[in-house]
């Protein structure tokens, strides 16, 4: 090897190595191929965005419904995260009102610029901001925004938990984001497998960072609408998950005339919490009481709480049988109906002054091993009030 072919690999290396420990070089955060047992799906490419404004989207999608599922009002901050072309961008400019601009973030500056193209033509000129975001940060203004949609775009975000984490900062006092996904539970949409969505992997994902699911829109004929607030994040919040991790590793065994209590309260453990271990345990308690014979409104809120968060046509049809025989089976009738909204109404607490009390005799009462016990053996009823009143503080308490 000559001197000079030696002096040109020295050079080489010196130069790695310093371009390696230099501080001041931005620290490349590299993306995950997976999150939270699914893989991310590869953004969609700028040439791919004629199909996001194709003729047919209106009748698959019925996007006209989902604006108006969104009640947006006049003045509102909105921000189309993922916002491409502009198909969501520029409809939501006229719910906005003329004085309001809509914020567009997107990480590819040629789909900011089909965009601006677009609204120069219908005249929208300077009622949208364009945002050339990262695939960290989406550099939106921090406390501003009232509604931040993403349509078929959260599962190709490289960066979830950096992403999130920006998206919560940017939230109004009562901002929400509101995920529009394909449904992954239905096998008849027409969708690959890689660009769809579950609500069990939506609540796994979102809860865990700082995220409640506030409200649901369930009548799109292929995705599901998931509207999310701020979680409280306050000590006792915190003090209120720690507890509910540790409880769901506890062993909790009911009887079946208290099943239908236990399962309600494990499904809410799930939506509030995104524990996996409460979501198996409440599936589990459902399949055991549809087996049996016993039908009752504790039974069919239970059923109809995880309904919301599970969609599988098991659970759907008896769900429909419960209901059938409630209104016209054993002589219930329509009488059972009043019960069923008394028990529905008794777990939707709304003053979040009166949380923090129940909250802190439930912390207290847990005991070394995350249980709620009586002479050392678990008491079902002590976990059923104490997970509720753990679970009302989650959902109700105003966040910081």
Same mark, same amino acid.
Not at 94 to 111: E, F, N, Y
Not at 363 to 379: F, P, Q, S, V, Y
């Given at each position: 090897?000559s ?12 130069t790695?190595a310093?371009?390696q420990?230099? $501080?001041?070089? !931005?620290?490349e955060?590299? !993306?995950?191929r997976t999150?939270?047992?699914r ?8 040439? =791919? ?10 009748r698959?999608?019925e996007c ?8 947006i009002?006049r ?8 916002s491409?072309?502009g198909?969501y961008?520029l $409809? ?5 009102? $003329?004085d309001?601009k809509v914020?567009?973030?997107d990480?590819q500056k ?6 601006e193209?677009?609204?120069a033509?219908?005249g929208l000129?300077g009622?949208v901001?364009?945002?050339l /975001?990262t695939?960290? &940060?989406?550099k939106?203004p921090? /406390?501003?925004?009232?509604?931040a949609?993403l349509?078929?775009?959260?599962h190709e975000?490289?960066? $979830?938990?950096?992403?999130?984490r920006?998206?919560? &900062?940017?939230?109004?006092?009562d901002?929400?984001?509101v995920l ?9 949409? !027409?969708?690959?497998k890689l660009h ?6 939506v609540l796994?994902?979102?809860? !865990?960072?700082?995220f409640?699911l506030v409200?649901?829109f369930?009548?799109?004929?292929w995705q599901?609408?998931m509207?999310f607030g701020?979680?409280?994040d306050n000590d006792l919040s915190?003090q ?7 409880a769901?590793g506890?062993?909790? =065994?009911?009887?079946r005339?208290e099943?239908?209590?236990?399962g309600l309260v494990?499904a ?5 919490? /995104?524990?996996d271990?409460?979501? &198996? ?12 014979t016993h ?20 659970l759907?049809d008896?769900?429909?049988d419960?209901?059938?025989a409630?209104l016209g089976g054993a002589g ?6 009043p019960?069923?909204?008394?028990v ?14 129940p909250?802190?005799?439930?912390l ?12 050392g053996t678990i ?9 509720h ?5 989650l959902?109700?308490a105003l966040p910081?």
């Amino acid at each position: 090897m000559s001197r000079l072919r030696i002096h040109c690999f020295v050079l080489a290396l010196a130069t790695m190595a310093t371009a390696q420990s230099d $501080p001041r070089r !931005p620290v490349e955060v590299k !993306p995950p191929r997976t999150y939270k047992g699914r893989t991310i799906a590869q953004t969609m490419h700028y040439l =791919g965005a004629p199909w996001l404004i194709r003729e047919s989207r209106e009748r698959e999608e019925e996007c006209s419904t989902l604006l108006e599922c969104l009640g947006i009002e006049r003045g509102d901050v909105v921000c189309d995260f993922g916002s491409g072309n502009g198909f969501y961008t520029l $409809p939501i400019c006229r719910l906005v009102g $003329p004085d309001t601009k809509v914020l567009a973030v997107d990480i590819q500056k040629q789909m900011l610029t089909l965009l601006e193209k677009r609204a120069a033509r219908e005249g929208l000129e300077g009622r949208v901001e364009t945002i050339l /975001g990262t695939e960290t &940060d989406p550099k939106l203004p921090r /406390g501003k925004v009232d509604l931040a949609l993403l349509v078929d775009v959260y599962h190709e975000l490289s960066h $979830p938990e950096e992403t999130l984490r920006a998206l919560r &900062d940017s939230l109004s006092s009562d901002g929400r984001i509101v995920l529009v996904e394909f449904r992954a539970e239905d096998p008849k949409v !027409p969708i690959k497998k890689l660009h769809k969505m579950s609500k069990r992997q939506v609540l796994r994902e979102l809860v !865990p960072n700082g995220f409640r699911l506030v409200e649901q829109f369930d009548e799109l004929p292929w995705q599901h609408v998931m509207f999310f607030g701020r979680a409280p994040d306050n000590d006792l919040s915190q003090q209120a998950r720690q507890a509910m991790a540790r409880a769901s590793g506890a062993t909790v =065994g009911a009887p079946r005339s208290e099943s239908a209590a236990l399962g309600l309260v494990l499904a809410r453990a799930f939506r509030l919490t /995104g524990d996996d271990r409460y979501y &198996d345990a409440a599936c589990s308690c459902a399949r055991r009481l549809v087996k049996s014979t016993h039908r009752d409104a504790h039974l069919l809120l239970f059923l109809t709480e995880l309904d919301d968060l599970v969609e599988e046509p098991w659970l759907t049809d008896a769900i429909d049988d419960i209901t059938g025989a409630l209104l016209g089976g054993a002589g219930l009738e329509r009488a059972a109906w009043p019960e069923w909204r008394a028990v529905r109404d008794a777990n939707r607490r709304t003053q979040p002054a009166d949380l923090v009390a129940p909250a802190r005799a439930a912390l207290d009462a847990l005991d070394d091993e995350g249980r709620w016990t009586r002479d050392g053996t678990i008491c079902v009823a002590d976990y059923i009030v104490h997970m509720h009143q753990l679970c009302d503080l989650l959902e109700f308490a105003l966040p910081r």
